[in-house]
């Protein structure tokens, strides 16, 4: 049994938790919005980005280390350009453009994971996301547990049969082919899920419950953070 | 009495030219039990899926007075639950309440009905404290529950499980026995677990390359196909002897 820690993270019960993700989800693009405009050497500004972003960390009780280590997955990549735009001259550019991406990956991990994923599809959906692409997301999400046990299942079997030879050239024949059975399985299963959901009435749209509910308390947290990203862009 | 299931003369060939059914001919009473044996691709599984329109073959397939065709497709597929062999295929939403709600709101019930009847039907299958939990948090015998209450939220008239046992273990075989027991629909049973056929069922029939050979009492048919494992058993004894 898996168990994904942003899944398990998402299951908390802080006040950043119980909001609305039809508050969330904007804050959350106004934040990504604010910190991109914000000039490049207005330190003070990224500054105040950087602690509300801390003190949303603390509020939703989520692992302080834990969630600032995780988002460095993105520093590989960041980093890489931030070399370029130095080599090139512009180290102040450089160093905003690592942190700026290390603080949007930030918070995007504290959005994601104090918010459940069905919810923030639901809240995704509301906004006005795509259906299907909702549905592909929602699959994707369902199913991948299902494809990596599977994907590990094959490791099993094939360090059982791989014997006392270590070459790289076999295992990397074994792991093409499994990755072709990987996939092949997963058509089949495509086609035994959409059975599944015929057999159950499917008419070719999803229907939801609707779990969402936006009080007085989101709206302010909307308000709120819409107005002090404002403020701290134009101070 | 009309009969719940009445098939007569079903052929189904597979794309590539597989002939799956040939001649099948078949009733289902309403109350009945029946469990369907047969070796692997001998057709029992695309059998049932006939039933409910999924696959289509030639012949005459009638499901609770309905001939099964485009126009009667959802009707006949509230009126049969199927719960499939891999409960991971049939658990498909994000948690467990809105999985089971998924076929009422396709019945056209509103959100708050659909609940209602997920949560009855969750309580029948013995799982109502995992209503909001990811399917992937469960159990083999869990998912299996959940699947099975999946389609009791619609009140089938007849439940056909496809190898309902399959990765659960004996006490959640145990369990399993006990709900559907319990359950007042007709029930056909795809299993190669004669025990959990027999201690469900009181008529079996028997499928080999696609014709349904033999209809009887489930230990007639068990005996007469020698479906059970106990030769197994004794030619690992046997092995076993001659080994030490």
New interface residues.
């Given amino acids: ?3 994904v820690l942003l ?1 398990r993270w998402s299951q908390g019960e802080s006040p950043l938790h119980h909001r609305d993700p039809r508050a969330k989800i904007p804050v959350l693009a106004l934040f990504l919005v604010a910190l991109a405009i914000t000039p490049v050497r207005d330190y003070l500004a990224i500054g105040v980005e950087a602690a509300l972003l801390l003190t949303g960390i603390l509020v939703s009780g989520l692992p302080f280390f834990g969630i600032l280590l995780r988002a460095m997955a993105v520093l590989p990549f960041s980093v890489t350009f931030g070399l370029m735009s130095w080599i090139a001259g512009e180290p102040e550019r450089a160093i905003a453009l690592v942190a700026k991406s290390y603080l949007s990956t930030l918070a995007v991990l504290l959005i994601v994971g104090t918010t ?3 919810r923030l ?1 639901a809240g995704m959906e509301a906004l006005g996301a795509p259906r299907l692409l909702v549905l592909v997301a ?2 994707l ?3 991948l ?2 494809i990596s046990e599977q994907a590990q299942h094959m490791r099993l079997a094939a360090s059982c049969r791989q014997g006392p030879v270590d070459h790289h050239r076999p295992r990397f024949r074994a792991a093409a082919g499994a990755l072709a059975v990987l996939f092949a399985r997963s058509y089949l ?1 495509a086609e ?2 959409h ?9 070719g749209r999803f ?4 779990s969402l509910r936006f009080d007085f308390r989101d709206g302010l947290f909307l308000a709120g953070l819409t107005v002090f990203l404002g403020l701290v862009l134009t101070l | 009495m009309t009969p719940l299931i009445e098939v007569r003369d079903l052929h189904y060939h597979y794309d590539d030219g597989t002939q799956a059914l040939e001649g099948v001919n078949f009733t289902l009473q309403a109350g009945e039990t029946v469990a369907l044996f047969g070796a692997n691709g001998s057709g029992k599984t695309t059998f049932v899926l006939q039933l409910n329109g999924i696959l289509r073959g030639e012949g005459s397939v009638t499901v609770c007075g309905l001939p099964v065709s485009k126009e009667n497709l959802a009707a006949i597929r509230s009126k049969i639950g199927m719960v499939f062999q891999d409960a991971d295929e049939q658990l498909f939403m994000p948690t467990v309440l809105e999985d089971v709600a998924f076929g009422p709101l396709n019945q056209g019930l509103d959100p708050e009905e659909a609940v209602a009847k997920a949560k009855v039907a969750l309580e029948q299958a013995g799982l109502s404290h995992a209503a909001n939990r990811a399917p992937y948090h469960l159990s083999a015998g869990e998912k299996r529950q959940v699947a099975l209450a999946g389609v009791l939220a619609m009140q089938p008239e007849i439940l056909v499980l496809d190898e309902p046992t399959t990765f659960l273990d004996p006490p959640a075989q145990r369990h399993l026995v006990d709900i559907l027991r319990d359950l007042p629909q007709a029930k056909l049973i795809v299993t190669h677990n004669t025990r959990f056929a027999a201690s469900l069922a009181s008529r079996a029939v028997f499928f080999q390359k696609g014709k349904l050979v033999a209809d009887g009492p489930v230990d007639e048919i068990v005996q007469r196909y020698d479906w059970t494992y106990s030769p197994l058993a004794a030619d690992f004894r046997y092995s076993a002897q001659r080994r030490f």
Wanted: hydrophobic share 50%; proline share 6%.
């Fill in positions: 049994m898996h168990h899944d459940p994923l069905p599809l929602q699959f999400y369902r199913y547990f299902v299963r035994g899920i059975r599944a959901m015929m057999a159950r009435a499917f008419t229907l939801a419950l609707d």
